[in-house]
């Protein structure tokens, strides 16, 4: 019962770092997603994809980088890593096209220097 | 655009207790209504959901009714204990393939002994 696994748990980074985040899913869902959790803010929408090969960008997309080269897999890249980019990063998944509940990982804290 | 507004916390509460936390929202279509739970160091967790008006959520003691004319999704509880401490979010996902759920900001709960 893997369902979407996210790593690192846990990064410290100095600014003008890259790094990226990974996030598996084991359930054959077409939509994933990458959030941003800060406090006072709830949940923001960094990046999404639809399929294999489709992404798009959501509320808050500068300064990270997707892709999905296959169903299973949507790594977030963090080009230069800011202090701003200090957050808790969701990675969820869904079915596609239907109004249904998205599927969150764990979480990876990333702490920018 | 769509956009959902949850009472601010932290709301804090005696054990055996009644909870009410309160969200509205605002979308263009028939969007479905969720409410998230969050466990301190944890990922979110689906606690319910409502795919139409009238429609009750319901899971472990936790109830929802999505009403369309006052476009309201509270949440409640009769009677709260200590391991349902966590931040409780409300969040709406509207029709169309690439449709994001849309978060409110989240509320603190804690119960007290």
């Known amino acids: 019962n893997a369902g979407v696994t996210q790593t690192p748990k846990f990064q410290v980074l100095k600014t003008g770092q890259s790094m990226t985040l990974q996030c598996a899913q084991d359930m054959n869902h077409e939509y994933m997603s990458w959030y941003r959790q800060d406090p006072g803010m709830g949940l923001r929408l960094i990046h999404y994809s639809v399929g294999a090969g489709i992404t798009d960008q959501g509320e808050v997309p500068n300064g990270y980088n997707v892709s999905r080269s296959t169903t299973e897999d949507f790594p977030l890249r963090l080009l230069s890593a800011a202090p701003s980019q200090t957050s808790v990063y969701f990675c969820a998944s869904s079915y596609a096209g239907v109004r249904g509940e998205l599927f969150f990982g764990e979480g990876s804290r990333l702490t920018v220097l | ?113």
């Open chain 2, 1 to 113: 655009g769509n956009s959902v507004t949850q009472m601010e916390g932290p709301v804090t509460l005696s054990e055996e207790a009644f909870l009410t936390i309160n969200c509205t929202y605002t979308a263009t279509g028939y969007p479905s209504l969720f409410w998230y739970v969050q466990y301190p160091g944890e990922g979110l967790q689906l606690l319910l959901k409502a795919t139409k008006a009238d429609d009750k959520g319901s899971n472990k003691g936790f109830e929802a009714t999505y009403r369309k004319e006052t476009t309201s999704f509270h949440l409640e509880k009769g009677s709260v204990q200590v391991s349902d401490s966590a931040v409780y979010f409300c969040a709406l996902r509207d029709t169309g393939t690439a449709s994001k759920l849309t978060f409110g900001t989240g509320t603190r709960l804690q119960v007290t002994l």
